[in-house]
Every structure is written in structure tokens, then in C-alpha cells.
């Protein structure tokens, strides 16, 4: 919980925020020097905001991540004893208003997952998410229903099911990669997220083949709109703070 707070204070809307709050609590003084503080605040709080809010500023930032994180072509990947498909693109059912599982913006892990089993790059599909809120079922549960469907057999899926973050991710898949004697799977996750999982496994004394998908980033004309705050674009740029912040608390943590 701690974690997601500050990284929440970290991303350009959290950063914004607290900036403006400092600015409108100091208005509340008398005194000149105060409100001059204040109206620096709330100025510096809204240039934040507008800088990561536009797309060009935003995918700068997340294709720079993005190009670290691996090959993006599935046929150069190795074959490998196992992938290991780390949560965070969907959410159990929850019945009766969702009877099934809900996929997210990163679900592409799961078909990027199924693409892998089928052309002959790992036998095995180490799952691994567990359950995000009480009654919603595991996330590694959530994203077997869908590679059943997308015809990878049960007998190929194994589930992970302890895990809520992408530490006990790796902890937890460390342990089964070990008791099962796989070396050197191929690590499935979101690009933007690519770098700091495979720092964290490496952390663990695991080595992995970055097999990344969900690229959001990629080469477009440039036009007005790039120049335009966004919602998207500052969803985005939080969400690669997010990434940052975690690679810099490795980096320390060494």
C-alpha cells in the first residue's frame, strides 16, 4: 500500500497535485512572501501537468523505455523451456454483474503468450498473478481461461497464484522456475514494464529472454494534436514514472 501511494505522489497528476494544495494552503496567509510562494506553487503545478499531459512529451518518454525493451519479433525469440507471463492485464469475474474475466490494456501478455505456445517457442506457460481483490478470483486463473480458449491446453499452463506485485512475482516464479529445474524462460510482460522485471529477476539470480508485447509507442507524422494536452498522454506519463520509480529503487536496493 505504501508503495502505490508514493508512486501515485510521483506521477506528474499526484506531483501536480500536491504542488497546487501547498500553493492554495499558503494563499491562505497574509503576509507577501507567503502568496508569492503560493501562486510559484500553483504556476509550477500547472506546467507539470500540461508537460506530461502532451503526447510528445509522453511518448518520448515511453518509447526511450520501450526501446530497451527487447526484440519485438517472435520469430528471432529462441525456443526456451517456458515463458513466464507476469499479471497485470486482467481481472477475474466477478458474477453476476461480470461473469467473466475482464481484459486490461496490458491483456496483450496473455495473447502474446498463446502466440508463443503455438509456434513451438515454449512448451510450458508459467502464470503468474494472484488475486488482486478479495472474491475476484487470481489473476493467473483469469488469464488461463482466455489461453484455454485460445487453444493452449491445460496440461502447458501453470498457475502462480501467490503474487500481487512485481517483486513477488519474481519471488514466487523464481521458485517454481527453480523446483522445476527451467533455466532461461522467456519473460513475457509490457514493454514499458520489460526493463524493470527483467531487472528484478536478475536481481533474483534468474536469468531470462525478454519477450516483450503492448508496445504503446510507435513512429506516427507528427501534428497538432501531439502538441495538445491529453488524458491519455498523462495516463501514460504516470504510468512510466511508475516504471522509473521502480528501476530507481532497485538501483538503490543493489
Not at 14 to 38: C, I, P, S, Y
Request: charged letters at 20%.
Amino acid at each position: 500500500m505504501t508503495g502505490k501511494l508514493v508512486a501515485l505522489l510521483v506521477a506528474p497528476l499526484g506531483t501536480a497535485l500536491a504542488l497546487g494544495l501547498l500553493g492554495v494552503l499558503l494563499l491562505m496567509f497574509d503576509r507577501m512572501g507567503a502568496k508569492r510562494w503560493a501562486l510559484g506553487l500553483l504556476v509550477c503545478a500547472f506546467g507539470w501537468l500540461t508537460l506530461w499531459s502532451l503526447p510528445v512529451v509522453s511518448d518520448a518518454l515511453r518509447g526511450s523505455m520501450e526501446a530497451r525493451a527487447g526484440d519485438r519479433v517472435l520469430s528471432r525469440l529462441p525456443q526456451a523451456s517456458a515463458a513466464v507471463v507476469l499479471g497485470g492485464g486482467m481481472s477475474g469475474p466477478r458474477p453476476p454483474q461480470r461473469p467473466d474475466p475482464d481484459l486490461g490494456r496490458a491483456a496483450d501478455r496473455v495473447w502474446h503468450a498463446a502466440r508463443l505456445y503455438h509456434a513451438g517457442k515454449a512448451p510450458l506457460l508459467v502464470l503468474s498473478g494472484g488475486m488482486v481483490r478479495t472474491g475476484n478470483g487470481s489473476e493467473a486463473e483469469a488469464m488461463r481461461s482466455l489461453l484455454l480458449v485460445l487453444g493452449v491446453p491445460d496440461a502447458a499452463i501453470f498457475l502462480e497464484e501467490d503474487s500481487t506485485n512485481t517483486q513477488s512475482n519474481v519471488a514466487h516464479t523464481v521458485a517454481v522456475l527453480r523446483s522445476r529445474g527451467l533455466q532461461q524462460p522467456l519473460l513475457v510482460t509490457s514493454a514499458l514494464h520489460m526493463p524493470r522485471a527483467r531487472a528484478e529477476f536478475e536481481r533474483a539470480g534468474a536469468s531470462v529472454t525478454p519477450a516483450p508485447t503492448d508496445f504503446e509507442v510507435i513512429d506516427q507524422p507528427q501534428d497538432l494534436l501531439q502538441w495538445l494536452p491529453s488524458s491519455d498522454a498523462l495516463e501514460g506519463s504516470g504510468r512510466a514514472f511508475k516504471e522509473l520509480l521502480g528501476q530507481l529503487i532497485w538501483r538503490l536496493a543493489r
